[in-house]
């Protein structure tokens, strides 16, 4: 059971104290600036000092929790993802409790107000609605970055680098032209003893006997 009882338990058990509860606290106050409904109003307004009072048990044991990891007592340690946004968180906070602080303020003097003056406590109510919002949006702000200390997956996930396909990262070789075909020297045809023989002229047979013996 003690371990539950940790600044770092502590811490995520109420931090989400001023979002829900200003969240919810904005309805009545809404119901009662519009109505004119006094106590609608005014329990608005209380829910409002009450989340605002939660502020500095949330920063305490936020500083707690961050001791604890510095020195040790808390393992696992943070990658460093988890300490850069261990310190964005931490910067963040700083800047929403002031407005959460004025926020609770604001409260405090509309509901002096409604006591005395209720006419005026509905325009001092609006302001504290404006505030209570903007207290919420800086608290879901604050808590993304909390959030991305331990969890992997709220962190951004890095663009991986495109590795160039092999025929990208190097030109393509031209084509080489391919040597153009020697011409062959034309063959003379050559013609046959038989073929010159049967064209020549045949020459006049010898008449000599036949003659004489004729005559």
């Known amino acids: 059971m003690a ?3 940790t600044p770092a338990h502590l811490h995520l058990a109420i931090n989400h104290v001023p ?3 200003l969240a919810v606290a904005c309805l009545p106050i809404l119901i009662g600036v519009l109505f004119k409904g006094r106590s609608a109003l005014a329990s ?3 829910a409002v000092i ?3 009072g939660t502020m500095p048990a949330i920063m305490e ?3 707690a929790a961050q001791e604890s990891f510095a020195d040790g007592s808390i393992e696992p340690g943070m990658d460093a993802p ?3 946004a261990f ?3 931490s910067g963040r906070a700083k800047f929403t409790a002031p407005v959460v602080y004025a926020t609770g303020l604001l409260a405090v003097i509309a509901l002096l107000a409604l006591i005395k003056f209720p006419r005026e406590a509905g325009v001092i109510g609006w302001a504290v609605m404006i505030g209570a919002l903007l207290s919420i949006t800086l608290s879901i702000w604050t808590a993304e970055a909390g959030g991305r200390i331990r969890h992997t997956e709220f962190r951004p996930v890095p663009k991986a680098t495109a590795t160039p ?3 990208e990262s190097s030109p393509a070789p031209s084509p080489i032209p391919a040597p153009s075909p020697t011409p062959l020297p034309s063959a003379t045809p050559m013609t046959s003893p038989a073929s010159s023989t049967s064209n020549a002229t045949p020459a006049p047979a010898d008449a000599g006997p036949a003659e004489s013996g004729n005559r």
Do not use: D, N, V, Y
């Open 3 to 5: 371990s539950l009882f």
């Open 19 to 21: 979002i829900i509860g």
């Open 44 to 46: 608005g307004l209380l």
């Open 50 to 52: 009450l989340c605002a």
């Open 61 to 63: 044991t936020g500083e």
């Open 82 to 84: 988890g300490k850069a």
């Open 87 to 89: 310190r964005e968180h």
């Open 165 to 167: 396909s092999p025929t």
